[in-house]
């Protein structure tokens, strides 16, 4: 019931925007990809835009990149013994070259004791083309776990590429995404969103753990949006090669614009 009225307050506001003459800011609040990778979200984030939003061209979900705008988002929950804190940014500078990164906590109280996980990242990539968009990215990973007895720790650095193929045209065409993601386990990640208009997507997203090939999932994704100011985004995902075809992820976000 509660997102439901969520969903009825972002469709209110989508109707006024006629009246809404800048926008900035942008409110999510649902759960996207609970796995544990890169896009995993659930609770509430808020980003802000450092120029406006309203009159961009592409589709609304893509406007930030093509109109290369800078950004800033804290997102996070508190659920059970679980907490999530989550800060990200991305920069468009000179040269064609884009700058991004996050930093993350996460602690977890079990039965056995605390564990608290750091993790931070930083992007940068290079567009080639006005297509093409090539980078690196460097994550640092840290984990402590403490007990009734004894504490233990772990730190790791990795380096994975980083592609990005987008061809938008008269706010119809193709986002293509493959990049490697480390957090607690390494992964390997691909989204291929295709946009039918300004307001409709479709998309399929995919994540597979480098140790563990049957470690994978698959995700059909749909967004609309509603006017200028509110979407709706739902998918469920599955494991290839899993004959029992359950649910293995799932997706329900609104956000609005303001």
């Not at 070259?97 to 996980?117: H, R």
Request: charged share 25%.
């Amino acid at each position: 019931m509660r997102l439901l009225s969520l969903t009825s307050i972002a469709l209110l506001m989508s109707f006024n925007s006629s009246a809404q003459d800048t926008t900035h800011h942008q409110f999510d609040i649902g759960f996207s990809d609970i796995r544990d990778f890169d896009d995993r979200f659930f609770g509430m984030r808020y980003r802000f835009y450092f120029e406006d939003l309203i009159k961009k061209d592409g589709p609304h979900k893509l406007i930030p990149y093509l109109n290369q705008i800078d950004s800033i988002s804290v997102s996070g929950f508190s659920i059970d013994d679980v907490d999530h804190l989550a800060i990200q940014g991305e920069k468009f500078l000179e040269d064609d070259l884009i700058v991004s990164g996050y930093i993350k906590y996460i602690q977890d109280v079990t039965f056995y004791g605390n564990e608290k996980f750091y993790e931070t990242a930083v992007t940068l990539g290079k567009k080639l083309t006005d297509t093409l968009q090539v980078g690196i990215s460097v994550f640092y990973n840290y984990e402590k776990e403490y007990e009734s007895y004894h504490s233990s720790s772990n730190s790791e650095f990795t380096v994975g590429p980083y592609v990005r193929w987008t061809n938008i045209e008269q706010n119809q065409g193709w986002d293509l995404e493959l990049k490697q993601y480390s957090g607690k386990e390494e992964y390997i990640q691909t989204q291929a969103a295709y946009y039918i208009n300004k307001q409709w997507s479709i998309s399929l997203s995919s994540s597979i753990e480098m140790d563990d090939f049957d470690n994978n999932n698959v995700e059909l994704q749909t967004e609309y949006w509603f006017g200028d100011l509110a979407s709706i985004r739902f998918g469920l995902g599955t494991r290839l090669g899993d004959d029992n075809n359950d649910i293995k992820s799932a997706t329900l976000l609104v956000s609005t614009r303001f």
